[in-house]
């Protein structure tokens, strides 16, 4: 199945952040995070060792748009306008409207409400542009961060999934998320 979408993703704004489509010329800002052994304790990927493992993690995503796959927007803080971070959907299922979050951020801008900021407004874009009915998220049972981030958009918690990533060597429960278009419709009022 393709997304046309995904194609030629659109550019989004919010106060502090441009959300556009990533490019080679990211590589340098995507490695400056993505080697940063911070994120291990929250990703299931490996952080990138050279600049090479950031180059090919844009191979991936730029060969995702040109066929049409689900493939994340690049995060532009618009103070320094460097790359921050990656948001986007994947698992998208149109046949029953539905699809999944996911997102890192460079942890040099922790804690500013930035993640929350680029978060609500791909869920917005889920429900308006993608036609989504619910979005969900998983996060590890360890990653309290992300699940701030989660609540904090209007999503709810329903249930745990046993062993689920694995994770530095061990297995880590799921905690699974989710918003559905009616109750993002109410927080939108
Ligand atoms: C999850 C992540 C995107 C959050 O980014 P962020 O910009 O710092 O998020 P925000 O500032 O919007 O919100 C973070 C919230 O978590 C809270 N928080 C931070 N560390 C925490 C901890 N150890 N325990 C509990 N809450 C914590 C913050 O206080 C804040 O909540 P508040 O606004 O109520 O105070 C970032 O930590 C990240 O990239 N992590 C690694 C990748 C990842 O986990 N991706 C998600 C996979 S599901």
């Not at 979408?5 to 952040?17: A, Q, Y």
């Given at each position: 199945m393709t997304?046309?979408?995904?194609?030629?993703?659109?550019?989004?704004?919010?106060?502090?952040?441009?959300l556009r489509p990533i490019t080679?010329?990211?590589?340098?800002?995507?490695?400056?995070?993505?080697?940063?052994?911070?994120?291990?304790?929250y990703t299931t990927w490996?952080?990138?060792?050279?600049?090479?493992?950031?180059?090919?993690?844009?191979?991936?995503?730029?060969?995702?748009?040109?066929?049409?796959q689900p493939a994340p927007w690049g995060v532009i803080h618009k103070d320094d306008n460097?790359?921050?971070g990656t948001f986007g959907f994947c698992h998208l299922a149109p046949k029953y409207q539905r699809a999944m979050v996911g997102y890192?951020?460079?942890?040099?801008y922790w804690g500013q409400g930035?993640?929350?900021?680029?978060?609500?407004?791909?869920?917005?874009?889920g429900f308006n542009q993608l036609d989504l009915n619910r979005i969900e998220a998983i996060c590890s049972d360890v990653n309290d961060p992300s699940s701030r981030v989660l609540e904090k958009a209007g999503m709810k918690m329903e249930g745990i999934l046993d062993e689920y990533?694995?994770?530095?060597?061990?297995?880590?429960?799921?905690?699974?998320?989710?918003?559905?278009?009616?109750?993002?419709?109410?927080?939108?009022?």
């Open positions: 997304f046309e979408i995904f194609n030629s993703l659109p550019v989004l704004e919010t106060e502090r952040l441009i080679f010329d990211d590589a340098d800002d995507i490695f400056e995070y993505a080697r940063d052994s911070t994120l291990k304790r490996q952080t990138h060792e050279t600049l090479k493992d950031s180059v090919a993690f844009i191979r991936g995503v730029v060969r995702n748009y040109r066929q049409y460097k790359l921050i890192v951020l460079a942890p040099k930035l993640a929350t900021e680029a978060l609500k407004e791909i869920i917005d874009f990533f694995p994770m530095n060597g061990e297995m880590r429960d799921g905690k699974s998320y989710r918003i559905l278009r009616r109750e993002w419709m109410l927080t939108r009022k």
